[in-house]
Each structure stands twice: as structure tokens, then as C-alpha cells.
């Protein structure tokens, strides 16, 4: 082997000096830069721990935990809660219902393969009417990402403007918002179609219309029913607190009862909505199940081909008649429960005053002055999810380790004997670990705000300790099951050689899975940006507290101003982590 003489070997030496002193530097500032941001954003947000440890604080706490138990359930009240319950399903299903039909064809609109780029668009490429069509393809997928990015929070507060109280401006804003997300899958799920049978239907002379229903439709319906599934459940969470701004459901007998001091009342709706979410997880969950491919039973062997051939000729028919018409009756009543009355529409005159609201929102106020004075907030907002989030990964991640089975299960093949004793401690640990985060997790951000707002008081403090209440339980899950998901061959090893918990989980687990847990704090924090958006709709501070105050106070065209701030700043939300978080974790 060849030698390298005295002088590369210590120029090789500096180089590598060089470098790692480099990187230590840039490691160095890189945490200077984190803590002083965290610092400024402290600041920002005004949060003052000295508050949390008064006594005035510790009673406040001991006040509402004594008020929630026992919980209310006398008679009355659990009518209230099941016409509550009632009023959230029937907002969600209209909504989601509405949704679809509003998805559907904006997804068909702004769909690649059908008007932009592909073999159905390159015979008149470059072209001025392939120039407009690309054009207005585009301009339909912008405002599908502007109805996106609105939260449906502040789409409800807008219909309760509009329309007035109760669940009809509950579900138009479910069927607003979500016809943007759903708008946006659709989409995707159409061009992601094999386009062979879209260019022999155009071969033989097909319209655009034609080509969607007989060769995009029939290949993407299987992911649209599935999403649309799905999307019905986040439909059922969002009613449940769209009543927070008058539009009905669970979620205005929660803030009734918050605000009246009725304490049980509130443990009971909570947990009445717990429920109501559990319930609709498994119906869901089970019914796209259901739908996958070689979903179905098996045949039992006595049955013969004769037999299934006759009854898949008069009993399946009969069935899809009837789960039909069921279901059409379900959403019939389901519209007619949501407000969606004859004499609602007669009376109220809803369309003219929701024109007129509209109408008010445009031109925006661009004035110099108030564009200023929203600079603050906006900076809170930031602040808001910053350190609600930060909070969330701090305590989601001390509570994802004891919920984490290949961390506190022990196999019984492994070194070492455990007594009785010692297994049923490590799964009451681990059990433990899971209830707090299901709990955490199944709050929503704005019950959480309203239940910080009792023991603290008003204020983004308020709102920053709900959104990491509330993601502690999100990012626990997730980063329990992920560690849990991450190959065993290293655990394994490391416990053949005796290494403990702590060993294993940096050692084993988190070279494995830091990539995916990175992701999914990422993802978190751009949930936690819209929701910091709207807790000031509940007192919970940033720009919330402006969109509520101008409704109160009538200025729409401020309101419009602020609509397209809390667009553009999703949007920036969205190119951080796509183009810089995201790259930075992959690489």
C-alpha cells in the first residue's frame, strides 16, 4: 500500500480538521439561531410561567376538574346531548354531501391529463385555445387551493354572518371547505388514471365530457369513494365545533356550557363526542374495507355455483335497491335536520343576504394603517404554532415512549425472566401511555382553548398550551406507532447483547424512523399554522381575534383583507415545507 508523504498527510489532517470544525460551527450556530427564535417567539406569544404555577392557578385548575365530575346525566340534559348529536350527523352529511357535489366537477376542470399537458392535449399544443384552456384549468385548481386554505372555522363564522345561527351555516361551510380538499384528491385521483383507454376513446372521436365518464370515472371511483369515506369522518369532527361560532351542533352546547359554568354539562358533551368520533372511525374504517378488492368472504364449499349464481341474481339486486334508498333517505333527512327548509329560505331571505356579504368583503381594505396593525398578529399567530408545536413534540415525545410496545414489552424468548408482577406493570405502563394520548388526541384544539382560558385566562398563552395539548396526543400516536413499525433485527440485536429501553430506542429505533418522524412533525406544524389562525375566535389570540372582531363590527372589506392574509400565509406555510423542511429531511 502506497504511503503518503509528510505533506499530503498533514494537509489530508487539516482538511479534515477543517471540515469537522466546520461542521461544528455550523451545528453551533444553527443552535444559536433556534434558541434566539425561540426566544423571539416567546416573547411574541407573552408567555409568562410564573402564571402557571400561582395559587390562583392551581385553584382555578382544582375548581374545573371538581366541577367536571361527576358528569351531568339526568334525563333532560342527555336529550339535550342526543339532539346535539343528531344535528352534528346531520350537518356532516349534508355537508359532505354537498361537497362531492360541488368537487366533482372542479376537479374535472382542473385535471392535468384532460386540459394542460398529455397525449389528449398535444395534437392543438401551443394553440390559443389550448393556452385558455390550460388557463382556466389552472385558475379552477388556484381556487380550490383558496378553499383549501381557509379554515372551515372561519368559513362558519362567515355563513353565521351570512345566514344567521344554526347548523344551515354549519354544513354550506363544511360543504365550502371540504369541496376544496376534496376538489384537490379528486384531482389527483384522475390523473393518475391509465391513459391508454383516454386516447383510444379520443381516437375514435370522444368529447372531454365522454373521455371523463367512460375512461377517467370508472378507473378513479374506487379512491373517490374510499377519500370521500374518509373525508366524512374529518366532516364529523369539524361540526362537532363549528358550533364554537353559532353554527350549531355539539360543539355550541360545549361552549354553552363553558360559559354558563356548567362544568358536568361539558364532561358529559365531551364525552359524548368521543364517542360520536369513535364510532364514526370504526363505521368508516369498516366501509372502505368492505370496498378494497377481494374484500368479500369466501364461498362456503356446500355452496354450488347454481346457488350463487341465483342469489347474487335476486337477493344482490334487491339489497343495492334497498341500501340505496337508504341511503338517499339518510341524506334527505339529513338536509332537512340541517336547516335546509323551504320556509328557512323564504323567511330569512338567505340567498340576498348572503350576496350582500359577500359583496361587502370586495374591494378588500388595503389601507397602510391596518395592514400595519395586522403585522402583530400575524407575528402572534406564527408564535402561536411555533411553540404550541414545540410544547407537542416535547410532551407527545416523553409520552410516545412508554406507548411505544417494542420499548416496554418485553418478548418472552428475550434475556432474562420477568415475574408476573413485572409484565403486568410494563402493560398497565403501556396502556397508561395510550389512554393519556387518545385522550389528548380525541379534545379538540378549541375545547382545550376553552378549558386553558378558565385555568389562565384569555390570551395566546391560553391558545398555545391547547394547540400542544392537542398535538401531544396527534405526534404521541404517531411516533409510538412509527418506532413500533420500524424493523426489529436491530432491537433484537441490541437485546441479545444486553442493551436497556434507552439503549434500544436510540440505538435501534430512532436511526430507522427519524426520517418519518420528522415528516410528521413537519406536517403537524402546517396543521397547527391554520389552526392558530382561528383560535381567537374563542380568545385564544393571533388573527382569530381580528376575523372576529371585524364580523362583530360589520367591516367585511377588512375582513376580505384578512381572508387573504390567512391564504397567504398557508401558502408560504406550504412552500416551507415543501421546498425547504422537507428537502432538508430527506437529504
Avoid at 374518509?230 to 369539524?238: D, G, K, L, Q, T
Avoid at 410532551?395 to 413485572?422: F, H, K, N, W
Avoid at 439503549?503 to 410528521?520: D, E, T
Avoid at 387573504?564 to 429531511?585: C, E, K, N, P, T
Wanted: net charge positive; aromatic share 10%.
Amino acid at each position: 500500500m502506497r504511503r503518503l508523504s509528510n505533506a499530503n498527510s498533514a494537509a489530508l489532517a487539516s482538511d479534515l480538521f477543517v471540515r469537522g470544525r466546520l461542521w461544528t460551527l455550523r451545528r453551533i450556530a444553527s443552535l444559536v439561531a433556534m434558541a434566539f427564535g425561540l426566544a423571539i417567539v416567546w416573547r411574541i406569544d407573552g408567555v409568562q410561567l410564573n402564571t402557571v404555577f400561582q395559587r390562583s392557578t392551581a385553584q382555578a385548575l382544582w375548581t374545573l376538574l371538581r366541577g367536571l365530575f361527576p358528569p351531568d346525566l339526568s334525563l333532560g340534559f342527555l336529550g339535550v346531548v342526543f339532539r346535539a348529536l343528531l344535528s352534528t350527523l346531520a350537518t356532516a352529511t349534508a355537508g359532505t354531501f354537498l361537497s362531492v357535489l360541488i368537487a366533482i366537477p372542479l376537479a374535472a376542470l382542473s385535471t392535468s391529463i384532460l386540459w394542460r399537458r398529455g397525449a389528449l392535449v398535444a395534437a392543438d399544443q401551443g394553440s390559443r385555445v389550448a393556452i385558455l384552456r390550460a388557463a382556466a384549468s389552472r385558475a379552477v385548481l388556484a381556487f380550490l387551493g383558496f378553499l383549501r386554505a381557509i379554515p372551515d372555522l372561519v368559513w362558519g363564522l362567515l355563513f353565521v354572518t351570512a345566514v344567521g345561527l344554526g347548523s344551515l351555516a354549519g354544513t354550506l361551510a363544511l360543504a365550502v371547505a371540504y369541496a376544496g380538499v376534496l376538489g384537490r384528491i379528486y384531482a389527483d385521483a384522475f390523473a393518475d388514471v391509465d391513459p391508454r383507454p383516454l386516447e383510444a376513446l379520443q381516437s375514435i372521436g370522444a368529447t372531454r365530457a365522454q373521455i371523463f365518464l367512460r375512461g377517467i370515472w370508472p378507473q378513479a371511483r374506487p379512491t373517490v369513494i374510499a377519500y370521500t369515506l374518509y373525508s366524512f369522518e374529518c366532516c364529523v369532527r369539524a361540526a362537532s365545533v363549528l358550533g364554537f361560532v353559532g353554527a350549531g351542533g355539539i360543539g355550541y352546547e360545549i361552549s354553552l356550557s363553558m360559559r354558563l359554568f356548567e362544568y358536568g354539562q361539558a364532561l358529559t358533551l365531551i364525552l359524548a363526542f368521543v364517542v360520536l368520533l369513535a364510532s364514526t372511525d370504526v363505521v368508516s374504517r369498516r366501509l372502505r374495507r368492505s370496498l378494497q378488492p377481494n374484500a368479500g368472504q369466501a364461498e362456503a364449499p356446500g355452496f354450488g355455483q347454481e346457488n350463487r349464481a341465483s342469489r347474487n341474481g335476486s337477493i344482490g339486486p334487491t339489497l343495492s335497491r334497498a341500501g340505496y334508498a337508504l341511503v338517499g333517505a339518510i341524506v334527505a333527512g339529513s338536509f332537512y335536520f340541517a336547516g335546509f327548509t323551504p320556509q328557512h329560505f323564504g323567511d330569512a331571505h338567505v340567498l340576498g343576504n348572503m350576496l350582500r356579504f359577500w359583496r361587502g368583503m370586495f374591494p378588500p381594505d388595503l389601507a397602510e394603517e391596518f395592514l400595519l396593525g395586522m403585522g402583530p398578529l400575524l407575528l402572534q399567530t406564527l408564535a402561536i404554532s411555533i411553540l404550541g408545536t414545540i410544547i407537542g413534540i416535547a410532551l407527545g415525545g416523553l409520552l410516545a415512549i412508554p406507548a411505544t410496545s417494542t420499548l416496554v414489552l418485553v418478548e418472552r424468548d428475550s434475556p432474562g425472566l420477568q415475574s408476573a408482577s413485572q409484565r403486568t406493570l410494563r402493560w398497565s405502563i403501556l396502556c397508561a401511555a395510550r389512554f393519556a394520548l387518545n385522550v389528548l388526541r380525541s379534545i379538540p384544539d378549541l375545547v382545550w382553548v376553552l378549558l386553558c382560558i378558565v385555568v389562565i385566562g384569555i390570551g395566546p398563552f391560553a391558545g398555545t398550551l391547547a394547540i400542544g395539548l392537542h398535538t401531544a396526543g396527534v405526534l404521541g400516536k404517531l411516533y409510538a406507532e412509527t418506532l413500533e413499525e420500524a424493523p426489529r433485527q436491530p432491537v433484537e440485536a441490541l437485546r441479545a447483547v444486553g442493551a436497556g429501553p434507552f439503549q434500544v430506542l436510540f440505538w435501534g429505533l430512532w436511526p430507522q424512523a427519524k426520517r418519518m418522524l420528522a415528516s410528521y412533525t413537519i406536517v403537524r406544524w402546517e396543521t397547527n399554522l391554520r389552526v392558530s389562525a382561528i383560535l381567537g375566535l374563542v380568545g385564544g389570540g393571533g388573527l382569530g381575534q381580528a376575523v372576529y372582531n371585524n364580523v362583530q363590527l360589520g367591516f367585511y372589506a377588512r375582513l376580505g383583507t384578512l381572508l387573504l392574509l390567512i391564504y397567504a400565509l398557508v401558502m408560504v406555510s406550504d412552500w416551507l415545507g415543501d421546498s425547504i423542511f422537507r428537502r432538508s429531511v430527506a437529504t
